[in-house]
């Protein structure tokens, strides 16, 4: 097989391999090279060494600003998301009757795309605030919450599912079992479903974790408006494409400093999270 | 017992309910909102239409003749049926490749494509732009070569498992029976793959359906723009006097087709999504 397979190289590997070196492999490489170079576009580049590196946190005050906000709003979100979604997963594992109604229902905003979410919070939020004469860009806290909020309607469905399904995996025999020792619900939650939906909570809090740090769609739909609550995505967009004061070729340069950080601390995440998840794997 | 249970999930369904009014209220608010005039919505978006406010479905005739919300429909159309459907057949066969032919180029290339889904799009979003323009890949046909190249990380990876369990000994019999590579793929390989071939369709149809950056860089805001880039200009462009009623009507027919489909491929979606979550 191995061998005649071989000679379809040019079917079976050449169409895929073509597109992913274009479109990412090319792409990678010139962009961690261009991160310590200053470049109007990409043929036309002056190595600057880790010049790009040092302005960034120098120079730009909006990187770190944008840094601190995203680990804040990733913190919230990562918390308030899994807590609810648990809890409406434990409410929907209890035997009741109509439980898929409100599964397909809490799962739905997730099919929904970032920037459509964006707008129909925008409207919502502008609207409550509309009472009180305000909107959203007038306190960088909202904006914030906002985000918290849309984040929290888009993810906990997904979530759910997830913990629904880590929860279904629990033998029955280990809740009897704790009833038969005299466990409240409350001992069994925590020292039974807890303790093994764990793989579940990792999967969770990962995908939560990444999917908050890596926000764009969401954050310029809702805070295009209010750069005070650009997140780092939206940031390094910014950087690029939007900015005013310096010659291009240094916001270029700093904007693919700016990214190639970026794609380290997600990398770091990736790599953190496997680790997590083998470890899991050797105890079970 | 039995009051204590009927108590217990008499409060179960009044917090379930409780949270399903929290989920549909944004969905109902744009619904109500697309049969309003235009100065009733961002004046007053929680109120409901009454005899002066409401407009039927004028918002919605506005929503397609006035904005060129077909032709943006359509263009996200073709590109995401075309990328899907030349991503699961590249994706698949490259993933056979890779498993069967075991060498050091394979093992590479697939430690690359792994590798490929942890990077953010904001790393190569300048250089990768800049590259679709000069091999002219700037249009809706050029695009899906490049939804194919970044969509393969993650479906290579999720063929590549599962090709993994298939025994080889299917593969040769087909070829003892004279076979080509090409056909003995088709014919006995893609079959088996079909579950994880809905899966992958399902999670790269998502994604550039609902896609903004990418096709925003690569197509622009002209005539080739995809709905959510449309939605995006609509709604943040120009200044003052945006038509809000069509606006709302624009965002409830971007929203409506995903949830028809899902509601009626509800079962693999949800499966498709919580698949690639626990393997991505």
């Known amino acids: 097989m191995q061998k005649a397979l071989k000679k379809f190289f040019p079917v079976f590997i050449l169409p895929t391999l073509a597109a992913f070196l274009i479109s990412f492999v090319i792409p990678f490489i010139t962009g961690v090279y261009l991160s310590f170079t200053e470049f109007k576009v990409v043929n036309d ?8 590196y040092i302005k960034i946190f120098t120079t730009d005050k909006t990187f770190l600003d944008s840094l601190w906000l995203t680990v804040k709003f990733t913190v919230v979100s990562v918390i308030t998301i899994n807590v609810i979604a648990f809890f409406l997963a434990l409410l929907l594992t209890k035997g009741l009757k109509a439980t898929n109604i409100f599964r397909t229902v809490f799962f739905m905003p997730n099919l929904i795309g970032g920037i459509v979410l964006g707008h129909i919070w925008s409207l919502i939020i502008n609207g409550i605030l509309g009472f009180f004469g305000v909107d959203i860009t007038y306190n960088p806290d909202y904006g914030f919450w906002g985000l918290v909020i849309l984040m929290n309607w888009q993810l906990i469905g997904y979530m759910m599912i997830i913990y629904i399904a880590g929860i279904q995996n629990i033998p029955e025999y280990l809740g009897e079992a ?3 020792d005299g466990a409240s619900p409350l001992q069994t939650l925590l020292h039974v479903t807890i303790p093994m939906v764990m793989p579940s909570v990792t999967i969770c809090a990962f995908l939560t974790l990444t999917n908050s740090f890596k926000l764009f769609d969401q954050n310029l739909a809702l805070n295009g408006k209010a750069p005070e609550t650009s997140l780092l995505a939206l940031d390094i967009f910014k950087t690029f494409y939007d900015h005013t004061g310096l010659k291009l070729a240094q916001w270029h340069g700093m904007g693919q400093a700016k990214a190639v950080i970026f794609f380290l601390i997600v990398a770091l995440i990736a790599f953190i999270q496997l680790r997590a998840t083998r470890q899991r794997e050797v105890e079970h | 017992m039995k009051a204590k249970n009927l108590a217990r999930n008499i409060v179960i369904y009044a917090l379930l309910l409780t949270a399903a009014v929290i989920f549909l209220a944004p969905i109902a608010i744009i619904l109500i909102n697309s049969v309003k005039g235009n100065f009733y919505i961002s004046d007053a978006p929680f109120s409901l239409p009454d005899k002066d406010t409401f407009v039927g479905i004028q918002n919605f005739i506005k929503g397609f003749t006035q904005s060129d919300f077909m032709k943006s429909f359509a263009t996200s159309a ?6 899907v459907l030349g991503i699961v057949i590249m994706t698949s066969m490259t993933a056979w490749y890779i498993v069967r032919v075991k060498n050091r180029f394979t093992k590479v290339l697939y430690y690359l494509f792994v590798f490929s889904m942890i990077v953010p799009f904001q790393m190569v979003m300048y250089t990768m732009t800049y590259y679709a323009f000069e091999l ?19 479906s290579v990876f999720m063929f590549t498992g599962f090709i993994k369990s298939i025994p080889a000994e299917i593969e040769e019999a087909a070829v003892i029976d004279g076979c080509s590579p090409i056909k003995t793929f088709f014919l006995v390989i893609f079959p088996i793959l079909k579950p994880t071939a809905i899966t992958v369709a399902i999670l790269n149809a998502m994604w550039i359906w609902n896609d903004y950056l990418l096709p925003y860089l690569v197509l622009g805001s002209g005539e080739n723009k995809t709905l959510p880039v449309a939605v995006q200009m609509a709604l943040t462009g120009g200044y003052g006097n945006k038509d809000m009623g069509a606006l709302m009507a624009m965002l409830v027919l971007t929203i409506l087709p995903i949830i028809i489909f899902y509601l009626f491929c509800q079962k693999y979606i949800i499966k498709g999504v919580v698949a690639g979550a626990v393997k991505g």
Not at chain 2, 78 to 83: L, N, R, V, Y
Not at chain 2, 146 to 154: A, E, N, P, R, V
């Open chain 1, 45 to 52: 580049s002056k190595w600057v060494g880790i010049d790009n």
């Open chain 2, 78 to 83: 073709f590109i995401t049926t075309a990328s």
């Open chain 2, 136 to 154: 002219h890949l700037n249009n809706p046909v050029g695009i899906i070569f490049i939804y194919l190249g970044f969509g393969s990380g993650l």
């Open chain 1, 178 to 180: 704790a009833a038969i």
